[in-house]
């Protein structure tokens, strides 16, 4: 297969990782559990054809930006938290697919998504997502990977029978181990997307015990409160991000001086 000619446009996520972009991550993620499970518990037909038409939407105004751009990016990561927890929960649910199972299946997928994407690009890093090809690669490992985490998160809480503080302690410090690995000389590609997967549950096990009953071992805020107080922080974050600037991202001006050297 003839590879894919990088865009002179520039690249279609954050340039810079950064502590705030974690903290992003990891509301969305949040969000993302909290969300599916209020509008589910309403009309759970209605929610899935919702999320869906709310997710293709946002994957659509992604792919046409030319370059990244905070709110784009990171509405469409919050539609994949949705929607991809609502793949993880209905298989659960509506299908009696066991947590292990659902975990392991979209372990599969994401590995599968992982070979493919490194077998045509040459690497799974996300400062090369230049092209359609390659975000649309990288879309596809972030999906599998809110689902996987989804079900690892539920797999914890539920079937293990840890709850969700105890669930959520445990994956702060996973999450803390690649880190780490990082600072010691482990491969960033590899760090990172360690991390990544690791936030979805991270997140999810937090949100649900911020919303879920005291009979269920929660705090009892409800979901949809909890979604809402996590959506107006990750406006605001994501807020800070445009003004500052501290993802990476280059000025018009500077952009423009460097395109007329």
């Not at 879309?139 to 969700?164: P, R, S």
């Not at 979604?227 to 990476?248: K, N």
Request: glycine share 8%; with cysteine; aromatic share 14%.
């Amino acid at each position: 297969m003839r590879p894919a000619v990088p865009s002179p446009r520039g690249t279609k996520v954050p340039p810079r990782i950064t502590p705030v972009f974690w903290a992003i991550k990891i509301l969305t993620t949040a969000m993302g559990e909290a969300t599916s499970d209020y509008l589910v518990h309403q009309n759970p037909y209605a929610a899935v054809l919702a999320g869906f038409v709310a997710f293709v939407i946002a994957m659509a105004i992604q792919l046409r930006s030319p370059v990244y751009v905070p709110w784009i990016y990171w509405l469409a990561v919050l539609m994949v938290a949705v929607f991809g927890t609502m793949c993880a929960d209905v298989l659960h649910v509506e299908f009696g697919v066991p947590y292990i199972a659902s975990a392991l299946g979209f372990a599969i997928v994401l590995v599968v998504v992982f070979s493919a994407w490194h077998r045509s690009e040459g690497t799974l890093s996300i400062h090369s997502i230049t092209t359609t090809r390659r975000e649309l690669f990288y879309w596809a490992a972030v999906l599998a990977t809110f689902a996987m985490g989804t079900a690892t998160g539920d797999l914890f809480a539920y079937t293990a029978g840890l709850g969700f503080l105890a669930s959520g302690l445990i994956f702060a410090a996973a999450f803390l181990v690649p880190l780490v690995g990082w600072r010691l000389g482990v491969s960033p590609i590899l760090a990172f997307w360690t991390a990544y997967v690791l936030t979805r549950p991270l997140g999810a096990s937090f949100a649900d015990w911020g919303g879920k009953s005291r009979t269920a071992h929660g705090l009892g805020y409800g979901d949809g409160p909890v979604a809402g107080v996590l959506f107006v922080v990750i406006v605001a974050l994501v807020a800070y991000v445009t003004v500052s600037r501290e993802d990476g991202r280059q000025s018009p001006a500077t952009s423009r001086r460097r395109n007329t050297r």
